[in-house]
């Protein structure tokens, strides 16, 4: 079976600082990764997604993730936050060959000015 | 497109009522899915279909929910009865149908039983 660990449930941030929202998951078989997020009272919306080849995926909004399948990690990243994209993000895994997500708890991102 | 649409927006229930969940997916879309969102259990699948047909409904707590899809463009989620504990936020998803694809969701239903 699998499953994914968000390590921290709130990540607070200065406006225009970096920031890294850590995933981990666990899966015996080859998986397909994916980044999502949730602003207040609406659903999720796609922010990047892995489903093979360069482990470097850049997505919208200027967030990027990397795919490191020995530390079985997808960490996101911004260089540079903005106060709208303070949200919930969810990592969320599925096997290679199945539709069905495996979401994590959520993280919620704050930024302040 | 106008995305997936599902009403109602907000339900307040009597525990014991039925309640009716209903979902239109994307046109196009041959996957639909149902999530229920809540503080203690986070994000959870409870059923999905694909071509209209139930594939996985493994995450269904109970018996008293139920999933029905007639035709590609409508889905509905029914509990009945209701208790306090189905309080939460349901949201419905749609994709193409390919794996891999991406989930587009809904507003979702925000259902409280009192």
């Known amino acids: 079976a699998q499953s994914v660990t968000q390590l921290d449930s709130q990540v607070p941030v200065f406006e225009e600082a970096p920031v890294e929202l850590r995933c981990n998951y666990s899966?015996?078989?080859?998986?397909?990764l994916f980044w999502y997020v949730q602003y207040p009272n609406q659903g999720l919306q796609l922010l990047l997604k892995y489903l093979s080849g360069s482990t470097l995926v850049k997505g919208i909004n200027g967030f990027e993730a990397e795919f490191n399948k020995s530390q079985t990690s997808f960490h996101l990243r911004k260089p540079s936050v903005h106060i709208s994209d303070t949200a919930e993000y969810f990592c969320?895994?599925?096997?290679?060959?199945?539709?069905?997500?495996?979401f994590g708890t959520g993280t919620r991102l704050l930024v302040s000015p | 497109d106008a995305g997936v649409i599902q009403s109602p927006r907000h339900e307040v229930t009597e525990m014991g009522q039925e309640v009716t969940l209903r979902c239109k997916p994307i046109s196009g879309h041959n996957s639909l899915f149902w999530y229920r969102q809540t503080m203690m259990r986070g994000l959870e699948l409870l059923i999905y279909f694909n071509n209209n047909v139930p594939i996985d409904d493994s995450g269904m707590p109970e018996d008293r929910f139920s999933a029905k899809m007639p035709n590609a463009s409508f889905s509905t989620l029914k509990i009945q009865p209701s208790e306090p504990r189905d309080s939460a936020v349901y949201f419905c998803?749609?994709?193409?149908?390919?794996?891999?694809?991406?989930?587009?969701f809904g507003p979702g239903t925000r259902l409280l039983v009192l």
């Open positions: 998803a749609s994709s193409p149908g390919t794996v891999g694809e991406t989930q587009y």
């Open positions: 899966s015996s078989v080859s998986v397909y």
């Open positions: 969320a895994v599925s096997s290679s060959g199945f539709q069905k997500l495996v």
